[in-house]
């Protein structure tokens, strides 16, 4: 197998274990059971439980420190991919764009802003008074945000 594509299987390995135990696996679980049944002949919901399996175990595993299941995860996918990238030409067309949008859904630090408002009654005049940070695409700020 092409070096390239020994590579691009441990990226992707790599890639998926992290959004194993990231906020965003719901996102992205779906998506890779498809690439994954669609190169085995399985059932998108056999490999869909088998991800979720593996997440259960990464997730009982980093909660008690053991880092050999890490690796053990990252051994198991890598094989995994390596035999889907080797099966099918177009897998791995297909496996760069999913990690192209896996690094959309990596979580993006929060900003955290504090706002500190004073009400009396006779401000508020026995209305409504709400307090938002972001709404949609508008901050606090009344910037669009991008």
Known sequence: MEAELVALASTGAAALVQQ???EAWEQTRGRVAAFFARRSGQDVAVIDGELEEARA???DAERSGDEEARDEALAEWRSRMR???RNDPEAAAELRALLDELKG???APRQVVETHNTMSH???HGGTVIQAGTVG???S???RAG
């Open 57 to 59: 175990d990464l997730v």
């Open 83 to 85: 035999r889907a990238l």
């Open 20 to 22: 194993m135990v990231g």
């Open 141 to 143: 700020g009344g910037e």
């Open 122 to 124: 006779s401000t508020v």
């Open 105 to 107: 859904t990596e979580a």
């Open 137 to 139: 695409s508008i901050n």
